[in-house]
């Protein structure tokens, strides 16, 4: 790909279409789901771990997909890598410095765990170089089993009931119940055309970041731990900084834990089960422990003070400025 002055324009606008595609995207997503974790009987949290998460991975999956069958397994394998550390460093670290993040205890106790155990079992299945279909199937009956632990505690240990509406209080009878499911219809819609606009956004941003880079010279893995990665996480960076905006920080919260199990169980699952991904030394090295630390870093500075604080914020924000750093040739 040659990128000239005539292509100039039409990148600008992908990316300022894309950026904006975002925004709206995620507006339409958090403010869905914070409702459907009402009507649904379900917390906040569990909506954020598992409805917004698996949303927002959606262009992780079709990236790292379309990336491993077109291209290479360095750029799904990348992309992956670099957006849960993105997740991590920027989409947390941005959202603490708008507001200080709770940690609910569900998440710390059922969710939490769920991400430590997924990076470690990346590393595990990367050790010998290759991620192969069994490696692939086991990520996926993980994910399986994450999905009925989630489900099953969301059964037996519902929200309190809130109902936030105007006259909402004294809306105990039959008509409050088909009120209720008319929400649910609407919100349902609501999570799904955010869905779309994040999905469109994310491709946008991505067509114009990797032309510029591709013109340059980059490598796959580079471009998959860097403009890709940044471009899949900004649905997570859109629909966690909204839900701060808006106070909802368990959706935040919520959001970056479920989506980096997601992206780890669910997309190299499926890449690995369609083609085997290949894991170069210096991933091995550099990329995979650096996972590791950004996700050990994150859960003990979640353990302290169940909290995380615009310093904490910071921290994130700079660690990850500093890994982006340690990318560049």
């Known amino acids: 790909m040659v990128l000239g002055l005539e292509g ?56 790292s997909t379309i990336g491993a069958l077109n291209v290479s397994t360095d750029i ?42 997924a990076a470690f079992l990346l590393i595990a299945f990367g050790a010998n170089g290759t991620i192969g279909r069994l490696e692939g199937t086991i ?9 009925a632990y989630l489900l099953y505690y969301a059964n037996a240990d519902p929200a309190p009931m809130v109902d936030d509406q105007p006259g909402g209080e004294e809306g105990t009878g039959e008509s409050g119940s088909q009120n209720g499911r008319d929400i649910a219809l609407k919100d349902v819609a609501l999570v799904v055309a955010g869905l779309v606009v994040l999905v469109v956004g994310s491709r946008w941003l ?7 880079l591709e013109a340059m010279n980059f490598s796959d893995l580079f471009i998959g731990l860097t403009v890709l990665a940044l471009g899949t996480s900004l649905p997570e960076l859109a629909a966690s900084v909204v ?11 919520g959001n970056v834990v479920g989506s980096n199990i997601y992206n780890i169980l669910a997309v190299l699952g499926i890449v ?16 995979l422990p650096m ?11 979640m353990a302290y003070g169940r ?23």
């Open 307 to 329: 909290k995380l604080t615009r310093f904490d914020g910071a921290i994130l924000v700079s660690c990850y400025a500093g890994f982006v750093y340690l990318l560049l040739p």
């Open 76 to 117: 799904g394998l990348g992309a992956i890598v670099g957006s849960n550390i993105a997740n991590i460093g920027l989409v947390l670290g941005i959202s603490a410095l708008i507001r200080p993040l709770s940690i609910s205890t569900v998440a710390m106790r059922r969710h939490v765990p769920f991400m430590v155990f």
């Open 139 to 147: 990520f996926l009956l993980a994910l399986s089993g994450f999905t």
């Open 8 to 63: 100039f324009p039409l990148y600008v606008l992908l990316l300022a279409g894309g950026v904006c595609c975002l925004y709206g995207g995620a507006e339409l997503l958090v403010a869905g789901a914070g409702r459907l974790a009402l009507g649904l009987g379900l917390r906040a949290a569990t909506v954020g771990v598992t409805v917004v998460a698996f949303a927002t991975t959606a262009p992780e999956l079709f990236v």
């Open 206 to 212: 991505i067509t114009g970041g990797r032309g510029i």
């Open 243 to 253: 839900g701060a905006i808006r106070g909802e920080t368990a959706f935040s919260v």
């Open 272 to 287: 690995a089960v369609i083609v085997p991904i290949s894991v170069e030394a210096s991933t091995l090295r550099f990329e």
């Open 291 to 301: 996972l590791v630390a950004f996700t050990v870093l994150l859960v003990a500075m």
